[in-house]
C-alpha cells in the first residue's frame, strides 16, 4: 500500500530546513521520507511554491505491522529548530487478489490454446504451464493452493519460500476440468479465481508383433510368448491412434535400429532380425490442423540363436 503524507511546518523568520521521517512502530531506525534544504533563502524545498508544507508519499507493503510513526524537523534562520511528537496510525489489511495466466509453449506440437478458452492435451511430452500472477496492496501473500476441480482439490498448496508458485497441468483423463487458484494473505484474507480447461486424449502410437505373416495372430512385442529366432522375419502392425478431434494418422515412419527401412504412411512393415538385440521405432503424425501431432513407440526385441536339435549318429566301421 501506498500512502500520502503532509508536514505543514510554521516559522517566525524565514524556514530553511524541513525534515519528515517514519518507521515501523517496533523499528529503532528512522527512514527519510522529505528532507529539504533552502540556505541561501532564494529556491523552494519543494514543487508547490512553499517551505513550509511538505507532502510525500511511503510505500508500506513491506512492513510486518500495521502501525506505523512519523515525526517532522524544522529549522530557521535565528537558527531555532522545532521537532513534532510522534505520531502514529493504523493501516488496514487488505485482500489479496487471486489471477492466474496460461503459457503452453511446450505443448509438443499444434493444437493447444491459451487465448480465451484454455484447451491442452494429456500426452508425454505436453508441459502446459498455468502461472501464477496473483498480487496483494500489501505485498503480503502467504499461501496459494492449486485445485483441479473433477480431479483433484486441493492438488498443490505451496506458502513459506514459493507463496506464489505455479502449477504444470499433469498427465489426467480427456475431459473439461476447472482450475481453481485460492490465495491468502498474512491476516487470513482470502481470493479465488477460477477458469476452465479442456484436456483431449493426445496421439498414441504403438504397433503389435507377429512371426507368421500379415494375416497371422498379432502379439504385444513386449510380450514374454513373443519369442523370435535369429535370421527370422518379425512382421509389425501399426496399433496407433489418432488424438482427439484430430483427424486420421497421415504419416508413419519404420525405424530399425536408428536407421528408416520404411517411409511413407504404411500400417504395416518387416525385417529380418540379424541381432541379438533389434530396436524397432514406429513415428506417426496425425492431421491435427497446424501441422499435426505426434508420437513414437519403441520396443526392443530380443532373438534367439537357433539350436539344432540333438540327434544320434551311429557310426560306420
Not at 196 to 214: R, Y
Amino acid at each position: 500500500s501506498v500512502i500520502k503524507l503532509i508536514s505543514t511546518a510554521d516559522a517566525s523568520y524565514s524556514l530553511q530546513h524541513h525534515k519528515v521521517e517514519y518507521k515501523e512502530s517496533e523499528a529503532a531506525t528512522w527512514t527519510t521520507a522529505f528532507d529539504c534544504w533552502d540556505i541561501d533563502l532564494d529556491t523552494f524545498c519543494d514543487s508547490n511554491g512553499t517551505k513550509s508544507i511538505a507532502s510525500f508519499s511511503v510505500n508500506i507493503g513491506s512492513f510486518a505491522s500495521g502501525e506505523i510513526q512519523y515525526r517532522s524537523q524544522a529549522t530557521d534562520a535565528l537558527p531555532s529548530t522545532g521537532y513534532s511528537s510522534v505520531k502514529s496510525f493504523t493501516t488496514i489489511n487488505q485482500p489479496p487478489f487471486a489471477a492466474m495466466s496460461c503459457e503452453f509453449q511446450n505443448c509438443a506440437g499444434p493444437g493447444c490454446i491459451c487465448n480465451g478458452a484454455w484447451l491442452t492435451y494429456n500426452g508425454d511430452g505436453v508441459y502446459y504451464n498455468i502461472n501464477n500472477t496473483s498480487t496483494d496492496p500489501d505485498n503480503n501473500i502467504t499461501t496459494s493452493t492449486w485445485s483441479i476441480i473433477g480431479w483433484q482439490d486441493p492438488w498443490i498448496t505451496c506458502g513459506s519460500s514459493n507463496p506464489l508458485c505455479n502449477m504444470v497441468m499433469p498427465r489426467i483423463s480427456a475431459a473439461t476440468y476447472t482450475v481453481q487458484l485460492k490465495v491468502e494473505d498474512a491476516e487470513g484474507l482470502s481470493d479465488i479465481a477460477t477458469t476452465s480447461i479442456q484436456v483431449k486424449q493426445d496421439i498414441i502410437a504403438d504397433f503389435e508383433c507377429s512371426l507368421s505373416g500379415l494375416d497371422g495372430t498379432w502379439l504385444s512385442c513386449a510380450s514374454l510368448s513373443f519369442k523370435p529366432y535369429k535370421g527370422q522375419i518379425v512382421y509389425f502392425k501399426d496399433n496407433s491412434s489418432p488424438s482427439e478431434g484430430g483427424g486420421p494418422i497421415i504419416s508413419r515412419t519404420w525405424e530399425k535400429d536408428s536407421v528408416v527401412f520404411l517411409g511413407g504412411n504404411s500400417s504395416f512393415a518387416s525385417t529380418t532380425l540379424t541381432q541379438t538385440y533389434t530396436t524397432i521405432k514406429l513415428t506417426i503424425k496425425d492431421s491435427t490442423a497446424g501441422g499435426g501431432r505426434s508420437d513414437f513407440q519403441v520396443y526392443t526385441i530380443p532373438a534367439k540363436s537357433f539350436i539344432p536339435k540333438w540327434k544320434e549318429i551311429v557310426p560306420f566301421w
